[in-house]
């Protein structure tokens, strides 16, 4: 079982990861195993650089369409949401927001 959810795997830098990993394999660069390893490295590298270099904080405000907690995993679908930062103001039609407990069940 891997030490690291794949969350980031769907955002566009890890597709991008993912498009690249498979490219290399069929050309026969590189084994499906390593780029198993790679993929793991990713998971474990963003999910420690968002854990301990960003610091910034967000206040969200919305309406909460849908919600489910299924395997400690927390699903939020908010409409029309809204984000605050520090100065600044931002705008969207609808969000998903995954969240996750910070250790994996076991650990």
Not at 58 to 82: E, H, M, Q
Request: hydrophobic content about 35%; overall charge neutral; proline content about 4%.
């Amino acid at each position: 079982m891997p030490l690291y959810y794949e969350l980031y795997r769907k955002g566009t830098l890890g597709a991008a990861l993912t498009d690249s990993l498979d490219e290399l394999i069929q050309a026969g660069h590189i084994t499906p195993q390593l780029a198993i390893q790679v993929l793991e490295q990713y998971d474990k590298s963003m999910s420690e650089a968002l854990s301990n270099k960003v610091k910034s904080k967000a206040v969200i405000k919305g309406n909460l369409r849908t919600y489910r907690f299924c395997d400690d995993v927390w699903t939020f679908i908010i409409k029309d949401p809204s984000f605050k930062f520090d100065h600044e103001l931002a705008t969207t039609d609808k969000i998903k927001i995954v969240a996750c407990n910070a250790r994996r069940p076991g650990e």
